[in-house]
């Protein structure tokens, strides 16, 4: 059973950069075709995903907030990393950690983690 | 604005069935057969209910299907009931590796 959850900072002032964590269980990222995603709500909003790292080191990301996101995996711990750059209260959203087999171009996503709010205010 | 359509939202009785629809391009939805769907409950995390256009997970009842006909998507809910009520997001692939959701629909069971 694949179970992942988020944690990090749930209140951040204006410009800073946090580092949101992936801790995950029920698969290794060292594993082909396995990948971990980030995906954000903003409150009462739509979804959106933000970026994906796979296996083989493979990264991608959503070309709106490319400049502005970095992903990281630490296999020996299961763990991926998300970090924000220069944040602002538009970034205020629940965001989720998220596996997502890899499969060319049949992404999905089929194990979420709770989500962690995480609000941008100074 | 979403990439991809949905209407806000859709409603029925219980035992009735209720399509939402999702419509993108020939560069995302009409390009690839891969259209996955999302339950969200409130205050819950989303749950894959259909991949691939028409394909169920394990668990997910057979009351939901899925289809696709040129650039549009569709979910349908037969015998909708009372736990169904949640918002939906459909989902596709672009060209060029952009992933989009929908901008989600409410159903409601009247």
């Known amino acids: 059973q694949i179970t992942l959850k988020e944690s990090g900072p749930t209140l951040v002032n204006p410009t800073q950069t946090p580092a949101l964590t992936c801790t995950f269980s029920g698969f290794s990222l060292s594993t082909p075709n396995m990948g971990v995603a980030w995906i954000r709500q903003p409150p009462g909003k739509a979804l959106e995903w933000l970026a994906t790292?796979?296996?083989?080191?493979?990264?991608r990301y959503n070309p709106s907030l490319r400049r502005r996101l970095a992903i990281t995996e630490d296999s020996s711990r299961d763990q991926v990393t998300l970090t924000l750059i220069d944040v602002n209260p538009l970034d205020t959203a629940t965001y989720y950690c998220?596996?997502?087999?890899?499969?060319?171009?049949?992404?999905?996503?089929?194990?979420w983690g709770p989500g962690i709010l995480v609000t941008v205010s100074s | 604005q979403s990439a991809l359509t949905q209407p806000r939202s859709v409603s029925g009785s219980p035992g009735q069935s209720v399509t939402i629809s999702c419509t993108g391009t020939s560069r995302d939805v009409g390009g690839y057969n891969y259209v996955s769907w999302y339950q969200q409950h409130p205050g819950k995390a989303p749950k894959l209910i259909i991949l691939d256009v028409s394909k169920r997970p394990s668990g997910v009842p057979d009351r939901f299907s899925g289809s696709k006909s040129g650039n549009t998507a569709s979910l349908i809910i037969s015998g909708l009931q009372a736990e169904d009520e949640a918002d939906y997001y459909c989902f596709s692939y672009e060209f060029g590796y952009n992933l989009m959701f929908g901008g989600g629909t409410k159903v409601t069971v009247l």
């Open positions: 790292i796979f296996w083989d080191g493979d990264r």
């Open positions: 998220v596996h997502t087999p890899y499969s060319g171009y049949d992404v999905h996503f089929d194990a």
